[in-house]
């Protein structure tokens, strides 16, 4: 039977395992990538695991979330990111040379290959061939160690592409359409695969937009074929060389195919407050809008940034309008510049925003109160605009530079003419300068890492009690994200002070939350936080587990949780429960004192718990499902304890 391209990529990475879907395999991991937001504590994570260098064919520490250097606290970071790559092997690309995802796309990303990276949009690589996924910073520190990534294996959707895009019809569409049919829950045991005769029509860039976006689907990872765009693409980035042909063969199979014709897709948008929520932009005519943003790791590429000044170019921007552009590279901006597009977006009244992830993350260029925002970025979770009143819409370039144009959304196919759609020719050669991204050390034992005085070690845990004492301190609904537990924006510069950032676990779901749960620990009962569908959803944050971990939650109990935050918690020693009848969620309530007895026994023989309320003795069934090596982690009380006791790294 032939293979589809997740199987090949996959089939030829396990270290253990077998290749059945459902089953666990470890994979072994060709590439790495970090950003400052998530990075400084994988890398405190690699040190106090002892690894002493890193065994990856590459690894990359980027700068690009936390640009804003407000206080010392980022400044400090930064140069602990540059001094520990220098001294464990690692490239390091400094502030301002652009997005991670859209720099490891353009220097650095394979097809073939497999990325792990620590932030949730790792998957853009799979436009480029890479069988790219998105984890918590301690699974990358032992990828970088040399150790397997585990993983479930997948059940592989085939999306079958046809037809071609009609004028100001994006490749954003496309993947909003797919969030249409998939949703962003339940698909979590699954990858996409893109196939069909318009895959040909879509160039790397295009692809990577629709990579990226799997992520707010829920999905391990996507890919694309590796072609002749693939080829020209790389060969434009001075790298033809790092070109090998991928493609699924004729007899591969999958799980489910769906198709989309391309010729028929209407434009769309993410609605308020969910990447999920997808409306066509005829449903939507007619709102007024107050900012416009046009950026992100989702659309700020080369092609993104040309379409975007020639539809502006001899117009002006609506009075009632604030935008903003953001280039994804510093290579992006420097072409941009040279040829003038540049100065049309310049033009047309936009403000010029740095190469980096900013408003995306709610770090800056926040609306006013009660503001409607259209943005290019892949995520419009409530408050993550850095205002938790405002209307935040997601759409393509197109969309959006339509919207900055007439003051409100509209279908751009309707605004422009058809004719007027401007073609964008992929350059023969990309301006290539690398003086940015520094080469490890040529002598570790020279370099002194910098730890400023927010930098300290990561906080350990205890191995897992017996019995759980526990109360319910806070209970959450559904699709619940990684930033409603841990918020991002202002509260980022604390990432490596685990202390003060536990501080703001829950911030916006309940100010009250740390401190009573700092008081529980205090006095020897154990946190549980009670969850609807699809907790954990978003960025993979690993803090929204360390920082509850802190705070001594010793338990998640949730309808369902996702991928990136379940496997977080168990690195951390928090047990990931769900109940085993859904309804039960009902019954618990905040505060509620819970007794759990025979934990460690129950987990290792794999037959769930049974909480039991103190109040009137109400028994509640859980189930807890764990592979073997993640029971030993828990039972440790986390990776960490675990390599430490057994003396493994």
């Not at 001094?83 to 859209?102: D, W």
């Not at 069909?196 to 799997?214: D, K």
């Not at 009962?525 to 569908?533: D, K, L, Q």
Request: proline letters at 5%; aromatic letters at 6%.
């Amino acid at each position: 039977m032939g293979k589809n391209i997740v199987q090949k990529i996959l089939d030829s990475h396990i270290v253990s395992g077998a290749p059945e879907t459902g089953s666990a395999v470890g994979i072994r991991i060709d590439q790495t990538l970090t950003q400052d937001a998530t990075g400084t504590m994988a890398y405190l994570q690699f040190e106090a695991l002892g690894f002493d260098r890193v065994k990856t064919e590459l690894s990359v520490s980027y700068v690009d979330h936390n640009t804003i250097q407000e206080g010392f606290e980022n400044a400090d970071d930064h140069k602990y990111l540059e001094t520990v790559a220098a001294k464990y092997g690692i490239l390091f690309s400094k502030p301002g040379n652009g997005i991670c995802h859209q720099v490891h796309l353009e220097r650095f990303g394979k097809p073939g290959k497999t990325l792990l990276g620590s932030d949730s949009h790792t998957p853009t690589g799979g436009g480029i061939g890479m069988i790219a996924i998105g984890a918590g910073g301690l699974d990358v520190a032992v990828a970088m160690g040399g150790g397997p990534f585990y993983l479930t294996y997948p059940r592989v959707v085939k999306v079958e592409l046809t037809g071609a895009l009609r004028p100001w019809v994006s490749a954003k569409d496309v993947i909003l359409a797919l969030l249409e049919i998939l949703g962003t829950k339940g698909n979590s045991d699954s990858m996409v695969e893109y196939g069909g005769p318009a895959v040909e029509t879509l160039s790397v860039p295009e692809r990577a937009t629709i990579t990226n976006m799997g992520a707010e689907l829920g999905v391990i990872t996507s890919v694309f074929p590796s072609d002749e765009k693939t080829r020209q693409f790389l060969k434009a980035q001075g790298r033809e060389g790092d070109y090998a042909p991928l493609s699924a063969d004729a007899a591969a199979s999958y799980d489910r195919v769906i198709t989309i014709d391309l010729s028929t897709l209407e434009p769309r948008a993410s609605c308020p407050h969910s990447p999920g929520n997808v409306k066509k932009l005829s449903e939507l005519k007619g709102t007024k809008v107050d900012q416009v943003l046009i950026g992100s790791c989702t659309n700020a590429s080369y092609r993104d940034m040309m379409l975007t000044a020639a539809a502006l170019r001899g117009k002006k921007v609506s009075s009632g309008v604030s935008l903003g552009v953001a280039p994804g590279s510093r290579q992006v901006l420097e072409m941009i510049g040279r040829n003038g597009a540049l100065a049309d977006i310049v033009s047309a009244g936009a403000r010029i925003l740095e190469t980096a992830c900013g408003f995306c993350i709610g770090n800056s260029v926040a609306p006013r109160t009660d503001a409607v925002s259209v943005r290019t970025s892949n995520r419009n979770f409530f408050g993550r605009s850095g205002t938790s009143s405002a209307q935040v819409f997601l759409a393509s370039p197109e969309a959006a530079v339509a919207a900055a144009l007439s003051g409100e959304i509209c279908d751009p196919v309707d605004y422009f003419k058809a004719a007027d759609y401007p073609r964008i020719d992929a350059p023969e050669e990309f301006i290539i300068d690398d003086t940015m991204i520094l080469a490890p050390a040529s002598d570790s034992s020279q370099v002194k890492i910098f730890r400023g005085p927010n930098i300290g070690d990561p906080p350990s845990n205890e191995a897992c009690p017996d019995v759980i004492n526990g109360n319910v301190s806070i209970k959450v609904g559904d699709k619940i994200t990684t930033d409603h537990i841990m918020p991002a924006g202002s509260r980022l510069k604390y990432r490596s002070n685990i202390q003060k950032y536990a501080e703001f676990v829950f911030e916006r779901e309940d100010p009250q939350f740390s401190k009573r749960a700092l008081d529980n620990k205090g006095r020897g009962v154990h946190n549980i936080i009670v969850a609807g569908e699809s907790y954990g959803q978003g960025s993979s944050r690993e803090h929204a587990a360390i920082c509850p971990m802190y705070l001594g939650v010793k338990m998640v109990i949730a309808i369902s949780m996702e991928r990136i935050h379940r496997a977080n918690l168990v690195n951390f020693g928090i047990i990931p429960a769900t109940f085993e009848n859904p309804g039960d969620y009902a019954l618990i309530n905040i505060d509620d004192e819970l007794l759990i007895s025979g934990v460690r026994n129950h987990i290792y023989k794999d037959n769930g718990l049974t909480a039991v309320r103190k109040s009137d003795g109400l028994s509640i069934r859980l189930k807890i499902e764990l592979t073997e090596r993640e029971k030993g982690m828990i039972l440790a009380g986390g990776l960490i304890n675990q390599c430490r006791m057994d003396g493994s790294k």
